[in-house]
């Protein structure tokens, strides 16, 4: 049986690029991309509920109420780094992480995308990705079969 694992920090400073080999005729450039910062991570069962970790706009609304770390949170939080990646922007950047931009996100705020400017099965994903309603959340697994038809 799979151990149920979550990240409880992901955000795009936790993802690490490895640059491994550039292809000239094709002007690809090869990378291997890791995540790091795994001192928060672990089993699902063996988690501390009562503490919140992350970095502010990448918390899901549900913990940032007290609910307990679950993988839909983590999810969320790679909805928010999805939303980088199509804006080269920060989520919020222009707010105060504070505990006014944590009602605003449990109240479901979310960064303003340009939907025209993205592809409309991206957009689809990264707001499933942040829905308010962790249950409304695509998995780990379905992200993955998604982006493997993207790509």
């Known amino acids: 049986m799979k151990k149920k ?3 409880r920090d992901f955000h795009t ?12 005729f094709t002007d690809n450039l090869v990378s291997e991309i890791y995540i790091s910062d795994m001192a928060l991570s672990g ?3 063996n988690l501390d509920e009562t503490k919140i970790y992350g970095v502010m706009p990448f918390v899901a609304p549900e913990v940032l109420k007290g609910r307990p ?7 969320y939080s790679f909805g928010m780094v999805m939303y980088f990646v199509a804006t ?3 989520p919020f950047v222009n707010c105060a992480h504070d505990s006014i931009l944590a009602l605003k996100i ?3 705020i ?3 995308i340009n939907e025209l400017e993205l592809p409309k099965c991206y957009t689809d994903l990264m707001k499933r990705c942040w829905d308010s309603n962790p249950d409304n959340r695509p998995s780990a697994n379905e992200i993955e079969e998604l982006i493997k038809i993207l790509y």
Not at 13 to 23: E, K, V
Not at 69 to 74: I, L, M, R
């Open 88 to 90: 080269k922007k920060q």
């Open 43 to 45: 089993e699902i069962s």
């Open 5 to 7: 694992m979550v990240h």
């Open 110 to 112: 979310r960064p303003e």
């Open 106 to 108: 449990c109240n479901g």
């Open 69 to 75: 770390y679950t993988q839909a949170a983590d999810v």
């Open 13 to 24: 400073g936790n993802i690490l690029f490895s640059f491994t080999d550039y292809h000239p």
